[in-house]
């Protein structure tokens, strides 16, 4: 998987890849900008689902693969589901996919429009064809995120209910389904932070790659973000959820894992956002390769170790 060491005068929990941004803007014809994106292992290389917001600057998806999780092949034309019913079937946007592997296939979460944004799901075992399901919840939803595998006999969702706009407001959910189709047992996992506590996480938070399981507990890296006087910043951290019932908060990073500060995390579409989407690990390391997208416009990655984070999450924990 892609890595890179620790630069010697690095702070930080984790560090940026020093090639940053992997993927530019313009990498497709038709690209305006190419974010919040998501991959995994597959084959002999990686394969992933790619948010690509066109030059007419409509969201779409695209399958990318890679030998080496840092140069994408993403093809030129979007994802076209199929096998959806007729009246869930019409594409009208899509963005900030997921991928997840589960028990025989791949999964792909991301937020659907279907009468406002909501969390739309599909499955593949190609990266060609992507059969479409029933999208999980009533809008307004988004940040759908499976974990890698069942909980309690069934699959499990976090999610973020919002409203149809740049949402003010947002806790994270848990979910489960019996088949991917009918989501129950809705509980509440967290809410912003307290302003005093950790204001980079006080205005709305939202889960980011598919949670890893350690012995600690699920880590859960996600997204929070402050209302400043500039608009929105997202950061990302850090949390350790229950095991058994993931909807419990065991600890919750209240310093951020990284903050918008370089460049390309400052300036472009929407300056100020560090997004995380996915994250590839090697359990023999410990190794953790996080892919962000950055100001809505380019896609980046940085690097830690799961131990590492986990011990920070218990050592700055605001829960
Ligand atoms: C959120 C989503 C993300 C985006 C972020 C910052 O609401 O739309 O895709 O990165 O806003 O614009």
Redesign the pocket.
Known sequence: MPWEDKPANEKGVIWRYSANPIIPRDLLSTSNSIF?SAVVPFGDGYAGVFRCDDTNRRMRLHAGFSRDGIHWNIEEDDIRLTGADAEVGTWVYG??PRVVWIDDRYYITWCNGYHGPTIGCAWTTDFKTFHQLENAFLPFN?NGVLFPRKINGNFAMLSRPSDNG??PFGDIFYSESPDMKFWGRHRHVMSPAKFEDSAWQCTKIGAGPIPIETAAGWLLIYHGVLASCNG?V?SFGSALLDPHEPWKVLARSGPYLLSPQKDYECMGD?PN?T?PCAALHDPATGRLAIYY?CA?TVTSLAFGYIDEIVAFTKRTSIV
Request: cysteine-free.
């Open positions: 919040n963005y900030d988004r740049h949402t929105f997202y929407v956002v997004f997208g809505d």
